[in-house]
């Protein structure tokens, strides 16, 4: 069993774009409502202008944790394009991109890893193991673990124990309702 040590990382990003602030958050997967959340990072938010806003600040997260940030937006041609990036925290305190934008491939990668149906070794997009890699996005620091080995393994098979359950109950309920259909020939 291997302990998760916090890694802590800086974000600095300055959008002109009023209607997509910079953010940085943590994707977290709902069973209850079979969806991804959004956990936001408190960020320090600097007005340069009416239009301009400076996000900065600092996040601590956990290796194999899923980052999602957006430094702004660019419009083109009457179309607004968010700056969206999705990173997988490895154990040796990189920020590893994974996804851009609205790349529907990464999205459902990262669905299904947050669901507990995908390795986080198979998240790259040359098929390589992900977990190992390095990027320009290091950690500052390492910090002490506040929380005891195996808690965040703990949380993830709990969170999938739990959708399974809530699987099983509605495919429980669908089969009383088609045996209790009488069929007609």
């Known amino acids: 069993m291997s302990i998760y040590t916090p890694y802590r990382f800086q974000f600095d ?3 002109d774009n009023p209607d997509a602030k910079p953010y940085v958050s943590k ?3 709902n069973a209850q409502l079979a969806r991804i959340e959004h956990a936001m990072y408190p960020m320090t938010h600097q007005p340069l202008s009416n239009t301009s806003t400076r996000v900065y600040g600092e996040f601590i ?4 944790d899923i980052i999602e940030t957006r430094r702004g937006a660019l419009t083109r041609k009457r179309k607004t ?3 969206l990036s999705r990173f997988l ?3 040796r305190g990189y920020l590893v991109l994974i996804g851009e934008g609205r790349d529907t491939i990464a999205c459902e990668m990262i669905t299904q890893y947050l669901q507990g149906k995908r390795a986080a070794s198979t998240l790259g ?3 390589k193991d992900i977990t190992g890699a390095i990027s320009d996005w290091k950690a500052l620091t ?4 506040p929380t005891p080995p195996g808690h965040a393994r703990l949380e993830q098979l709990t969170q999938r124990k739990h959708a399974l359950e809530l699987e099983l109950k509605e495919i429980t309920e669908e089969l009383a ?9």
Do not use: F, G, N, Q
């Not at 390492?142 to 673990?145: A, F, R």
């Not at 309702?177 to 020939?185: E, F, G, R, V, Y």
């Open 61 to 64: 997260a956990l290796p194999y």
């Open 142 to 145: 390492e910090l002490p673990s």
């Open 81 to 83: 394009v968010e700056l």
């Open 13 to 15: 990003a300055t959008s």
């Open 89 to 91: 925290v490895t154990p």
């Open 125 to 127: 997009t040359d098929h």
């Open 177 to 185: 309702a088609l045996t209790a259909t009488p069929s007609h020939p």
């Open 27 to 29: 994707l977290k997967w």
